[in-house]
């Protein structure tokens, strides 16, 4: 049995690509990025993580329980600010890079922050589309920015942002 396992899923936003281990969610990538699964993964879906993500979408669910392998980040605020959004910022509820910064204890670290948020490997898990600019919605989905994607998600979740 191979512990990496990867599939493609289509969700009301786009196809989602996911990467998980028999422990934890590894990675999600956003539709149209580029999503390379592990050459020694096994293309097969997790059927419990496939129906949460379902329910998510379907606004039958607000967040998905499951573990999430942070490993990937570099630096210990990055994990830290990554850890510290998922557990404090709930489904519905927006916060700003500053914010978060001091969330993270860091005050002065906005833009650290947003370098956190560009890099987080598992968005929707750690919901990095409710972190919003102190001036308006903020950058989302990498160098491409993506802002129709957070307002997309912004709004499954009731929040609205000019």
């Known amino acids: ?8 899923q289509p969700t009301p936003i786009g196809e989602l690509g996911i990467v998980v281990t028999a422990a934890a969610v590894q990675r999600i990538s956003l539709p ?71 969330m993270s204890g860091r005050p002065r670290a906005a833009r650290a922050v947003g370098t956190a948020m560009a890099s987080n490997p598992v968005p929707l898990l750690v919901p990095c589309h409710r972190v919003l600019a102190a001036n308006g919605l903020g950058g989302y ?13 912004l709004a499954l979740e009731g929040v609205h942002v000019a």
């Open 141 to 153: 989905g990498g160098a491409d920015g993506r802002p129709d994607l957070k307002r997309a998600l």
């Open 1 to 8: 049995m191979t512990l990496v396992r990867w599939w493609c």
């Open 32 to 102: 149209e990025s580029e999503f390379d699964p592990p050459p020694d993964a096994a293309e097969q879906r997790d059927d419990a993580i496939a129906r949460q993500l379902d329910e998510y979408f379907d606004g039958a669910r607000r967040r998905i329980d499951a573990e999430v392998d942070l490993s990937t980040m570099t630096g210990p605020f990055r994990r830290a600010v990554l850890e510290t959004l998922r557990r404090e910022v709930p489904w519905g509820e927006t916060v700003t890079y500053g914010e978060l910064a001091a």
